[in-house]
């Protein structure tokens, strides 16, 4: 069941959709601009945006409603320009977006909205600012039109595509690509997941994608069968998402399985926009229609079946009410939790033919494929189970045993759990015995341990302990002492001590270290979790995962101090080849500075200040992974500089070799897109294109850092001035 709450109609197809505190804005694809009031869903206003201009495609994304600030971003067909509006209070127009050369096909605000971007016809991305809308950074250019943009939670990184089937995820921080895909299809819509580690994208042919972007790698796709998929939406548990396309149906995906948990048939045709605000989903259609789904609907009647463990009434709900209730943390924690007690229910049913019983058992368990194909399996293979239970009810342990060496799925049955239970209590009780006085109790022991005497798995144990009972008690000694060291060594060395329950115990001890050293990390008290993690690493059924946890916990440590220190360079390496280390708050720390003096950067750069931009900057000039982006930011101060002493204009520097100033921009950032669109503007593109050599992209990284590339009466460059002075060109 789809929990409409409301619906809405607008008069052509729904190209975007999104809320703020008081209003529901939206537009269509023949410029209709509407806003709701978000209490009522009453209409409060409308505006039509031009009723010459050709109408966009029912399925377009040149348009688009910003996520907090309510800003539109609109592109029109047949032209290459995009103007920015406000929705609240008035409609009306903020800045016009021009850069691009052909038609406008995708406008995205960011996730934070601290950029829009457009992408077009030429191939081109690029990214605004949302502060003033002015240019910041063209992407590398496609091979074809854009056919999508996508932000990341945290605004740092991008995903674009273009129809030929090519994409890029690119580091918006850096500048600079991080991921390149090649897919026969295209891919028509994304989203990041997994704190921005992994992508998930849907494609014309129907596939959904996971990329994981740690490793640069493609990790699963799914079909979804004659499905032409247009777009994906997170849900509130961010482990799941919507996905949408052409057709009636939407599904609700688990995005790291990658599969379809269920499917809903829509009323209307097309799933054109989707907005999430808290738990409120608008999906908007190609026919006009938006449909107000409430994801918590029934969610406190979903949460007293959960508490009471009724989940033949969750299941009830979630058919007849809210179908998205099964994407609850809550509901899987549940199901998660009953599963194995419940089969072991049915497959004790199951080996005494009382098959309709134990069908309903696991009946609410069944939308998952996992779980359905786990009781499958046993189903096949009841006839063993029933061998097994009739062992045990004839008291042959020595045969279950060896069914359960056999089939090892016998270890899920409560019989199991019942007999090893009874081994655990009689190798104890015998141990006792035999410590209090080996001589007199020795027959005792040896008949509570006869039943096991004979089985192969046992066995050893049985026979090590009547004859090596010392080892048992000085096994137990060093536990009791808390000598865990000295306990698990003497384990290793013979191993039939593994068999007891002393040793299981052991076990949890280290278990619940491991939990403690954990906590410790949680907290920050990084030094004290390294030292109880030394302890950890001396017992031999940890060392493995304790020694990795000792280098994570010393490299911590060595980030820490080296922040102490304010070693900028060795820190930003360290964080960059150590995605562990960006959880720390020192990490965060020098990210965040980096952004501030970033954002001063960028204003600087806007009224062509390059020496201030690198004044700002100095501190990050020659740290690895920030030359892209202060390249970047470099090239929109020299850019800006240019038309500020364009030919004519009022203040402008006279004396300017506009050849050889264009010269040096070309040698750090080729003869690109920008530079031509600058040049035209300032009547100078003759110059331009009397440069016989087109550069290099990525020039900067081997020419001066200069605080002007501006060459005044033949003078050559300077090199901004450093610790070590200034370097002539």
Avoid at 37 to 56: C, G, H
Avoid at 328 to 342: A, D, P, R, S, V
Avoid at 482 to 510: H, M, N, V, W
Avoid at 543 to 571: C, G, P, R, T
Wanted: with cysteine.
């Amino acid at each position: 069941m789809l929990p409409i709450k409301n619906h809405l109609r607008l008069v052509g197809s729904v190209l975007s959709i999104a809320t703020n505190k008081t209003h529901i804005i939206c537009i269509d694809n023949f410029y209709n601009i509407s806003t709701f009031f978000l209490e009522n869903k009453v209409i409060d206003k409308t505006l039509n945006l031009s009723k010459t201009a050709e109408p966009l495609h029912h399925f377009s994304k040149a348009v688009a409603v910003s996520n907090r600030d309510s800003k539109l971003g609109v592109g029109f067909a047949k032209t290459p320009k995009a103007i920015i509006l406000s929705a609240t209070p008035e409609i009306a127009p903020i800045a016009s977006l021009d850069w691009q050369k052909l038609e406008v096909s995708k406008v995205t605000f960011s996730k934070e909205d601290n950029f829009v971007s457009t992408g077009g016809e030429d191939g081109r991305v690029l990214l605004y600012s949302a502060d003033n809308y002015s240019f910041l950074i063209g992407l590398p250019p496609f091979p074809d039109y854009i056919a999508s943009i996508v932000f990341s939670d945290a605004d740092s990184l991008l995903f674009a595509s273009c129809f030929n089937g090519k994409a890029v995820v690119f580091d918006v921080e850096k500048n600079r690509t991080l991921l390149d895909i090649e897919c026969e299809s295209i891919i028509e819509d994304a989203l990041f997941f997994d704190n921005d580690t992994k992508l998930f994208c849907v494609t014309k042919n129907g596939y959904t994608i996971v990329y994981d972007l740690l490793s640069k790698e493609k990790i699963s796709e799914f079909q979804i069968q004659g499905a032409w998929l247009t777009i994906c939406q997170k849900l509130p548990n961010p482990n799941f998402a919507v996905v949408g396309g052409k057709n009636k149906s939407m599904y609700i995906m688990n995005l790291y399985a990658n599969k379809i948990i269920d499917s809903i048939t829509m009323e209307n045709l097309g799933l054109t926009a989707m907005f999430l605000d808290s738990s409120i989903l608008y999906v908007g259609h190609s026919d006009g229609a938006i449909d107000i789904i409430d994801l918590d609907s029934y969610k406190e009647e979903m949460l007293e079946c959960l508490s009471n463990d009724d989940l033949i009434g969750a299941i009830k709900l979630i058919r007849e009410q809210n179908i998205f209730l099964q994407t609850l943390e809550e509901y899987i924690t549940k199901i998660e939790t009953l599963w194995k007690t419940k089969l072991q229910e049915a497959i004790d049913l199951l080996a005494v033919d009382k098959i309709n019983e134990a069908q309903a058992v696991v009946e609410p368990f069944m939308k998952d494929p996992k779980k359905k194909e786990e009781f499958d399996y046993y189903w096949q293979q009841k006839a063993s189970v029933a061998s097994f239970l009739d062992a045990i009810e004839a008291n042959n342990l020595q045969e279950a045993y060896m069914l359960v060496d056999k089939y090892p799925y016998l270890k899920e049955t409560i019989a199991f759990s019942q007999i090893d239970s009874k081994w655990d209590k009689s190798f104890e009780a015998a141990k006792r015995l035999l410590a209090q006085n080996a001589q007199i109790n020795l027959p005792k022991a040896q008949e509570l341990l006869n039943p096991f005497a004979n089985v192969k798995c046992k066995k050893e144990a049985v026979m090590m302990l009547l004859r090596n009972t010392s080892k048992f008690l000085q096994a137990e000694e060093e536990y009791k002492a808390k000598r865990f060291e000295e306990y698990f060594k003497l384990c290793d060395r013979f191993p039939f001590l593994q068999e007891t329950l002393i040793y299981k115990s052991a076990l949890l001890i280290g278990d619940q270290i491991m939990q403690r050293i954990n906590a410790l990390e949680n907290q920050g008290e990084y030094q004290k979790a390294h030292d109880v993690c030394k302890l950890l690493a001396s017992m031999i059924p940890f060392k493995i995962v304790a020694n990795d946890k000792l280098k994570s916990l010393k490299l911590k440590l060595e980030f820490i101090q080296a922040y102490s220190e304010n070693k900028l360079s060795e820190l930003f390496a360290m964080a960059e080849s150590n995605y562990e280390l960006r959880s720390l708050k020192e990490c965060r720390k020098i990210y965040d500075d980096f952004k501030a003096k970033e954002k001063m950067a960028f204003s600087f750069a806007s009224k062509g200040k390059g020496k201030e931009v690198l004044d700002t900057l100095k501190e990050y000039l020659y740290i690895e992974c920030w030359r892209d982006k202060i390249a970047s930011i470099l090239k929109l101060a020299y850019l800006s500089e240019f038309m500020l002493n364009a030919p004519g204009k009022a203040g402008a520097i006279e004396g300017v070799s506009w050849k050889e100033t264009f010269q040096y921009y070309i040698e750090r950032y080729s003869k690109d897109e920008e530079i031509k669109k600058i040049a035209e503007e300032m009547g100078l593109i003759d110059v331009l294109n009397s440069i016989p050599f087109e550069g290099n992209r990525e020039g900067y990284l081997s020419a001066i850092v200069a605080d002007s590339l501006l060459s005044i009466d033949d003078k050559p460059l300077v090199q901004h001035e450093t610790s070590e002075g200034k370097n002539e060109k």
